[in-house]
Nanobody, 114 residues
Framework: QVQLVESGGGLVLPGGSLRLSCAAS????????MSWYRQAPGKARDLVAH????????NYVNSVKGRFTISRDNAKNTVYLLMNSLKPEDTAVYYC???????WGQGTQVTVSS
């Protein structure tokens, strides 16, 4: 079964940084693109970043461009999201997802607050 386990969230001050990790299993990780999504209370789940299977193509939503970096280590079956210069509006539960994949992980909470 496809399993996705997000970690690395927490409480951080505005301007701070966090690095999220997503450990994947149950499929041949290196063959698939991966994405990060986030969902704030009362809002829709939105795409944040996307990375192709080999890391050659990367895309970000405009609101995080220049601040967030998505990367992956196919040898470790892990995709990362490095978040710098965090803002309160980045507060959300963050999820990784395989595009068109069968399921989602539990997510990891990121709270940016003073």
């Amino acid at each position: 079964q496809v399993q996705l386990v997000e970690s690395g969230g927490g409480l951080v001050l505005p301007g701070g940084s966090l690095r999220l990790s997503c450990a994947a299993s149950g499929f041949t990780f290196s063959l698939y693109a991966m994405s990060w999504y986030r969902q704030a209370p009362g809002k829709a789940r939105d795409l944040v970043a996307h990375i192709s299977n080999n890391g050659g193509i990367i895309n970000y939503v405009n609101s995080v461009k220049g601040r967030f970096t998505i990367s992956r280590d196919n040898a470790k079956n892990t995709v990362y999201l490095l978040m710098n210069s965090l803002k309160p509006e980045d507060t959300a539960v963050y999820y990784c997802h395989r595009p068109s994949g069968p399921n989602w992980g539990q997510g990891t909470q990121v709270t940016v607050s003073s």
